[in-house]
């Protein structure tokens, strides 16, 4: 009993540590029913399944179908596992089959799901074959490939929990109880004299629910490190601080002569016995992945007091001054298209996968603490500030804050995984439409009602707010495929499917998602429907079948003939022109193509405030004939001055009074004058 409880803490290790792969004699082994009954407990509890690869599946279906009378036992065995025990593991959720048709066979398949994921997951493969196991194994002593130790188990056929390969190293055959007793006492002498990592280095952080009572107060420090001094690790390393590469708010970050490593060294108010007691437990554990420059080592001055970190050296530039602010993003990457977007994507979203799996908050997820070189090559920075076990971090920004804790202050409690997938998801939003946060709108408004109310403004089917941001972001967002804009709106809008804290999608399911989208990238499935959904920032929505189009007469660009007029597209008759100066200010003014081409109109002369000016009122007299005001605009003042004449004593009425009764006495006296003339010569 003793034994079992053992194996069982083992099944409970491994059901919340690992992915964990079955291949086809494991299923086949008259034990494997047993197997299934000890696991399931241990994989509910954790909500996670078995994988097991599609071509294990067709395996099993060759061998009920085997037609030799000597393999009835193989027969029932892949009958009952096929159509009895499966279908009901599936069903109940302790299963995942997963893979192609065109995959290779089961074994190939394992070396390259092994060989593919090990970096990112702790794996565990589930067989009897001997010799798998053995080449499954070696791929721990591979120096070339740099991840997770891989671990192979095979099912006890005592009582159905798991056991470890012990291989001859002669015959490469599992060695016999007796043998293995033997290599035990080995093995356990050899650990003495070399060191190891423990399994506590291996293991996660805990998950806490409760903010430690240490005290953020501030420690004495008698001299703090600075340029061409040493600092000092606890294993008595010396490392110098060769030069100032960037300082900050809380302190001060120096290149060493520890190789591709840099120091960074707190400035005296920064320096806490919170912060210090958290980075003793940071670095406690073994957390080592390419690009995460984790805290590695304390460092001390003469005197043995802490005065910061080491950590890997980073490069790039964040992605808040490369890839969020369209000039810069253009000038540093002219040659990007939405392939590299979703690699870069994917490559962060594997770096935070492997924080997750060691229960690892970021917490303060944002585009400045991200360094970009290239899609492959990305740096995680400021981890210092990270969330572990019951150390909170104790930073953020408004934008990757859930609504849930919108207000909050940061220091005070403990992020959940709910919380970090809310800060994630933005951030993948905004590599995807790139620097615009989720919840922008037209009309703007305060950043955390938007966010706390989850009015998100993109469309989806015919949901929509119609406050979608003006200008390129609604042609992105049209491109974006389907599944992708499915899951954004799903997260992002109050009430949907994913929007609430403890529901939202995870970091594997956005791994999946964008390996989806690759995919339609690689195989030109998206361009051939239209090429413009390979780029960074389309110029029109995406191509509907039942719409047609044009290439614009100015611009080129391709549009549909309802956003077009006369040849042009709108963007190029309202957003393009020629500036020139008002003639009266001299302020900038702005002739449309619009008024240009399509209404043919000349420029103004003036703008439209100087216009408003000259119809302002600024002179006011009584009129000398009927009493009533005469009110005179500053075009109509200024014109009398001009023309160096007398401001109007009449009114307008008045003034025409007089012109029909002077032009009514003029006609008179000519009338009479004709008569006369008409009196003396003609009679």
């Known amino acids: ?200 280095e291996e293991q996660p952080f805990k998950i806490d629910s409760i903010v430690t009572n240490i005290v953020d107060e501030k420690i004495n420090i008698s001299h703090i490190p600075v340029e061409n001094e040493m600092v000092f690790t606890r294993d008595k390393d010396q490392i110098k601080l060769i030069k100032k590469i960037a300082e900050g708010g809380e302190g001060i970050v120096y290149e060493t002569d520890f190789k591709d490593n840099v120091a960074k060294i707190y400035n005296c108010y920064s320096n806490t016995q919170r912060r210090y007691e958290k980075l003793k437990l940071m670095t406690s554990k073994n957390i080592a992945f390419k690009g995460i420059c984790y805290p590695t080592k304390l460092l001390y001055n003469k005197k043995d007091e802490f005065v910061g970190y080491l950590m890997p050296k980073a490069s790039g530039k964040t992605l808040g001054k490369s890839l969020f602010i369209k000039p810069l993003f253009l000038k540093n990457f002219p040659n990007w298209r939405k392939q590299e977007t979703v690699e870069l994507s994917l490559t962060i979203l594997q770096k935070i996968s492997y924080l997750h799996s060691k229960n690892i908050i970021l917490g303060d997820i944002n585009p400045e603490n991200i360094l970009l070189v290239s899609p492959k090559e990305v740096y995680f920075v400021d981890t210092d500030s990270y969330q572990i076990e019951n150390f909170p971090c104790p930073v953020g920004t408004i934008n990757y804050t859930a609504p849930e804790i919108q207000g909050r202050h940061y220091p005070d409690f403990l992020r959940t995984m709910g919380n970090e997938n809310f800060a994630l998801a933005t951030l993948l939003f905004m590599i995807m439409i790139p620097g615009k946060p989720p919840y922008s709108q037209q009309g703007g408004g305060d950043p955390v009602k938007n966010i706390t109310s989850m009015d998100f403004s993109y469309p989806f089917g015919d949901n929509s707010n119609k406050k979608t941001p003006d200008g390129p972001w609604r042609f992105i967002w049209s491109h974006l495929p389907y599944r992708l804009k499915e899951a954004f709106y799903n997260t992002f809008k109050d009430g949907e499917k994913h929007s609430k804290e403890n529901v939202r999608l995870g970091v594997e399911q956005w791994i999946e998602i964008f390996k989806d989208y690759k995919n339609m990238l690689d195989s030109n499935k998206l361009a051939q429907t239209d090429q413009m959904s390979e780029d960074i920032y389309p110029t029109r929505y995406k191509k509907h079948k039942d719409l047609n189009y044009i290439k614009c007469i100015l611009c080129g660009n391709e549009i549909s003939e309802d956003a077009s007029k006369d040849g042009y597209c709108n963007s190029c008759l309202f957003d393009k022109g020629e500036f020139y100066k008002c003639q009266s200010c001299g302020k900038d003014m702005f002739y449309t193509n619009h008024r240009k081409f399509i209404l043919k109109q000349p420029k103004l002369t003036i703008c439209s405030e100087c216009n408003n000016l000259k119809k302002e009122i600024v002179w006011q007299e009584n009129c000398v004939n009927c009493g009533k005001s005469i009110m005179l605009t500053r075009g109509e003042y200024d014109f009398y001055m001009r023309k160096n004449l007398s401001l109007p004593k009449r009114c307008k009425k008045c003034r025409q009074d007089i012109a029909s009764k002077n032009g009514f006495s003029t006609l008179f006296t000519i009338l009479i004058a004709f008569f006369i003339i008409w009196l003396i010569f003609i009679r």
């Open 1 to 200: 009993m003793q034994e079992n409880k053992k194996e069982a803490i083992f099944l409970d290790f491994i059901c919340k540590e690992f992915k964990i792969f079955i291949d086809t004699c494991s299923l086949l082994d008259d034990m494997a029913y047993i197997f299934f009954e000890n696991i399931k407990p241990f994989l509910k509890a954790y909500n996670k399944k078995i994988i097991i690869p599609s071509k294990v599946i067709e395996e099993l279906e060759k061998h009920s179908q085997n037609s030799d009378p000597n393999k009835s036992e193989l027969v029932q065995n892949a009958t009952r596992m096929l159509y009895e025990i499966l279908p009901k593991l599936k069903n109940d959720g302790f299963i995942e089959i997963k893979g192609e048709k065109n995959e290779p066979f089961a074994d190939a398949v394992f070396h390259y799901v092994f060989d593919k994921f090990r970096t990112i997951h702790r794996l565990l493969l589930i067989t009897q074959d001997n010799k798998l196991a053995k080449d499954i194994l070696n791929k721990n002593e591979s120096e070339s490939v740099k991840g997770h130790k891989i671990f192979v188990r095979r099912i006890n056929p005592k009582n159905g929990f798991l056991m470890k390969f012990y291989f001859d190293a002669q015959n490469e055959q599992p060695l016999t109880s007796q043998d293995i007793s033997k290599q035990a006492v080995t093995n356990s002498l050899s650990l003495k004299s070399k060191p190891f990592h423990s399994l506590a």
